[in-house]
């Protein structure tokens, strides 16, 4: 399953929401989600939405996974290629690599343009609290 993950606040922190689309291999998207999840940073609710995303796709009976996300910092921690420094994301990097035990996984960064679908379902969740 492709998995697309999105998070953002208005304000940092602020207002925050998560946007996640699931698709099949050939593209069909199977589930989506966009929710607001309280005051956050850009940060975590791009953690958030990376954890929620991969239970989603675990609950639609997904054993691997291709996730994508605009956060270049969530994507590269996640990797082991940059360092989780902040107090505040060590506890959401060890809750994401927990849920992702179980699956194959992969994880990229792709351009905001990439990840279009996620990042309109943040944004109609914020507008909504408008």
């Not at 958030?48 to 054993?63: C, N, T, V």
């Not at 989780?84 to 905001?112: C, F, N, Y």
Request: aromatic share 2%; charged share 25%; proline share 3%.
């Amino acid at each position: 399953m492709i998995v697309n993950v999105d998070g953002g606040a208005r304000g940092n922190p602020g207002p925050a929401a998560i946007g996640i689309v699931i698709r099949d291999g050939e593209g069909n998207v199977l589930q989506d989600l966009g929710e607001t999840i309280g005051e956050a940073t850009n940060n975590v609710a791009e953690y958030k939405a990376l954890i929620r995303g991969i239970e989603m796709a675990k609950e639609l009976g997904a054993d691997e996974l291709q996730i994508h996300g605009d956060s270049e910092l969530v994507v590269k921690q996640m990797l082991g290629q940059y360092k989780v420094k902040h107090p505040d994301m060590k506890p959401l990097h060890a809750q994401a690599r927990e849920a992702l035990g179980g699956v194959e996984w992969t994880i990229s960064h792709v351009r905001r343009e990439q990840n279009a679908d996620a990042d309109a379902l943040v944004n109609q969740a914020l507008d909504a609290l408008s």
